[in-house]
């Protein structure tokens, strides 16, 4: 299962967005850099949220980039807000994936 996932670095007030299908192993690699990626000048991070997206990786990889493009700290901060984010991901999701 493939999921988008938003991080919160405390240390610089910013956030990530990434996908995967191993929460638990990238949160790890997040914070954990092996080389100097963006997020290794950024750590700790903190999951503030996911979401399931399905079993299909180019729909997964479609969200994200389309959640990056957006280049809005408004718009993920509303993806964080109960039930209004999951509103509001559903919507984009079924726009790009109408089988959703």
């Known amino acids: 299962m493939f999921c988008i996932y938003i991080l919160y670095s405390t240390s610089s007030d ?24 963006y997020t290794s ?34 718009f993920i901060e509303k993806l964080l807000i109960p039930n209004e984010g999951e509103k509001i991901f559903k919507d984009l999701l079924q726009k790009i994936d109408p089988d959703f």
């Open 41 to 74: 000048k950024h750590i700790p991070w903190e999951l503030k949220k996911w979401f399931e997206v399905g079993l299909n990786k180019t729909i997964a990889l479609k969200m994200e980039r389309k959640i990056k493009n957006m280049k809005s700290r408004k």
């Open 14 to 37: 910013k956030y990530y967005i990434g996908y995967t299908n191993d929460i638990t192993r990238r949160m790890f690699m997040h914070n954990n850099p092996i080389d100097n990626k």
